[in-house]
């Protein structure tokens, strides 16, 4: 790693930032040790209830706290934070409306459109009237095929009001995929768009919608953006547009209904690349902790701040997104492709509405950087403060390249977590410099670490990433898992009573993290454990590299590493180029990571969310199903991995 930080904020930077403040509070009113993050971070891990309580204080949360902030504190199963608490998640999101804008949207199409405070409480009052018409509970879930636009979160906003269940996808779901995932939850209500756009053409959904409201057999709710939505609903049984959904109401006091901390709130799928998705439950409480807690003190961010976040209803990046709100932000809302039509499409929204936060994903940084583009010397970013990365793991170049190409100025946040937590583990932190290649460090309240195969803590050594103490956002239970065997299994079987996360890790010298892929995913070539991330991390500095995929073939008694690559337009994958991309391998890595083979496609299968899916090629290659393609974007793809010659020698 580098031995001087690419970023380091200063004095009066720290000093205005909310994380400082919030420590210094915690100082004076609970007695927390405020003189450094470090000292202060294991406060909050060490008492936990203080910690969270203090959180619910100072972000002002709406509801009763009670007088107990966690029982069972020592078992990660039984935990249970704020067990006489009650809330409503949507009350919070619209306890501190601004002056200007809630929600700015614009589509790939050119649409645009702003909601006001007073706009989006108008709407959720209204369809929280036409739910209860219908019937709609706490308890009853609510699934939605959608756009990120704004009707949707006023949506699941007025849905929360109620204490039903939320759940989303996005409307690229083939129509097995949508089922795979409502079908389990048994939604009162499925709500979809008429079409949406994407690099330039409309997309239909008419025949999709149709067939999943047969299977799921409740009424459909046509919310109208790119398409018919009158000839759509003539071809469901039970289906209504928005505008006649909403008609019989006028704008009422919103009525939320107080739940418990741990009541269901969102209803989350894992990729379902391995199987059936899982389907993770979070609760309204600790959802809302956590990201307020990621959102005030980690990002900054403030009432008015424009925050923005490139996902689709399908990543919980969304879900994390919608939650800005309860700080007062103004929501930045995109649906499409972010390169239509060209690269600067994102930061030409991003220079015009002067986000503050820009989230995305490493992969779109890369592209941003293989595309040549330097939207520092060609936008005015003076107002974006802090940028932030997930999906994958962001290479080092990529952390050069925001510096370089981006903004000098400018705090970068490669952050890591994910479905199974609507949250992060580790993330940025305001206070702390910016180290190439590294993650700033573990979230308060989160006892993070990494330990080795023996269950040991192990410093500037790979090993499982772990959180030793339970914390609000852990998942409540899967759905139609009534044992919590299925739970126990995904996070709890490899340590007892530790949270396994699944990502292979290492603490880096600066108290940061590194990840170096997924767990189930790393290479073992003679017994030592090699993460993806690191072979990616060269190969994809190549100009002749787009991107690649790497996997371990089980090959006469051992594994041997396979590097599948997507050479740019017109390049050919020769013996002059095979050797350029070893010799990088073996000099920026080991030769431990030099792979056995090398092999060009044309394509590399990924997720919905843009996460490319090595262990569905591993099974590919190795003649094994791959049980769930609906997961996958472009499940074509895998086809090119089968019954490859070149990997039988």
């Not at 709100?325 to 499409?336: F, H, S, V």
């Not at 940028?387 to 946040?413: H, N, R």
């Not at 309240?445 to 959180?467: F, H, S, T």
């Amino acid at each position: 790693m580098e031995q001087s930080p690419l970023w380091i904020p200063s004095e009066p930077f720290k000093a205005a930032q909310p994380m400082r403040h919030f420590i210094d509070w915690c100082g004076s009113s609970v007695g927390a040790p405020s003189q450094d993050y470090d000292t202060f971070h294991d406060w909050s891990i060490r008492e936990r209830g203080a910690f969270w309580s203090a959180v619910w204080d100072y972000c002002g949360v709406v509801g009763s706290k009670g007088s107990v902030a966690l029982t069972n504190g020592d078992d990660m199963l039984k935990a249970r934070f704020f067990p006489h608490a009650e809330l409503n998640f949507a009350e919070n999101l619209l306890s501190h409306p601004g002056e200007g804008d809630a929600l700015i949207f614009r589509g790939e199409n050119k649409v645009t459109d702003r909601w006001s405070w007073q706009r989006l409480t108008a709407m959720v009052s209204r369809l929280q009237q036409a739910m209860q018409g219908m019937g709609i509970k706490s308890g009853d879930r609510i699934a939605a095929m959608m756009p990120n636009m704004p009707e949707t979160v006023a949506l699941m906003m007025a849905a929360s009001s109620l204490g039903a269940i939320w759940s989303s996808c996005s409307p690229d779901f083939g129509e097995q995929g949508v089922l795979d995932r409502f079908g389990q939850i048994e939604p009162s209500l499925f709500i979809a768009c008429d079409g949406y756009w994407y690099n330039g053409k409309r997309q239909d959904v008419a025949d999709k919608v149709a067939a999943v409201a047969a299977r799921l057999a409740v009424p459909v709710l046509v919310v109208p953006y790119a398409g018919d939505a009158s000839a759509l609903i003539e071809l469901l049984e039970n289906g209504r547009s928005l505008e006649q959904y909403v008609a019989p109401f006028s704008v009422q006091e919103i009525i939320y209904r107080r739940l418990p901390f741990a009541h269901p709130l969102y209803i989350l799928f894992s990729s379902g690349t391995t199987g059936v998705p899982k389907c993770i439950v979070h609760s309204a409480g600790g959802t809302l902790l956590q990201h307020l807690k990621e959102h005030r003190f980690h990002c900054g961010l403030a009432a008015g701040d424009r925050l923005f976040y490139f996902t689709t209803c399908g990543w919980m990046m969304w879900n994390w997104l919608a939650s800005g709100l309860a700080c007062g932000a103004t929501l930045c809302l995109y649906d499409g492709s972010p390169f239509y039509p060209d690269g600067n499409v994102l930061f030409d929204y991003a220079a015009e509405e002067k986000f503050a936060v820009f989230g995305t994903s490493a992969k779109y940084i890369d592209a941003v950087r293989k595309g040549g583009l330097t939207p520092k010397t060609t936008h005015d970013l003076s107002s974006l403060r802090l940028m932030t990365s997930t999906g994958s793991p962001l290479s080092p170049e990529g952390f050069s390249f925001v510096y370089d190409g981006i903004k000098d100025d400018i705090q970068l946040a490669s952050i890591s977590g994910g479905t199974d937590i609507v949250s992060c583990f580790v993330l940025g932190n305001p206070l702390k410099p910016v180290w190439r290649g590294e993650i700033q460090g573990p979230g308060l309240g989160l006892a993070i670490d990494v330990w080795n195969d023996d269950g040991q803590p192990v410093r500037r050594e790979k090993g499982e990433l772990v959180c030793t103490k339970a914390f609000p956002s852990m998942p409540i239970m899967f759905w139609n898992d009534p044992e919590g065997a299925k739970y126990h299994a995904a996070y709890f079987e490899r340590f007892d009573n530790v949270w396994c996360h699944g990502d292979f890790a290492e603490w880096t010298e600066h108290g940061g993290i590194v990840i170096h892929g997924r767990s189930d995913a790393t290479l073992n070539p003679g017994g030592v454990r090699i993460g993806t991330a690191e072979i990616y991390n060269q190969v994809e500095q190549l100009d002749e590299v787009t991107e690649a995929i790497c996997i371990g073939q089980d090959f006469e008694d051992d594994v041997r590493v396979i590097l599948f690559v997507r050479l740019v337009d017109g390049v050919t994958l020769d013996e002059a180029l095979d050797k350029k991309i070893k010799a990088k391998i073996r000099t920026g890595a080991s030769p431990r990571h030099v792979p056995a083979k090398i092999i060009q496609v044309r394509d590399i299968p990924r997720t919905k969310s843009g996460k490319i899916v090595e262990l569905a090629v591993r099974e590919v290659v190795h003649g094994r199903p791959v049980k769930n393609k609906e997961a996958l974007a472009n499940p074509e793809a895998l086809d090119l991995f089968a019954n490859l010659a070149e990997l039988k020698t």
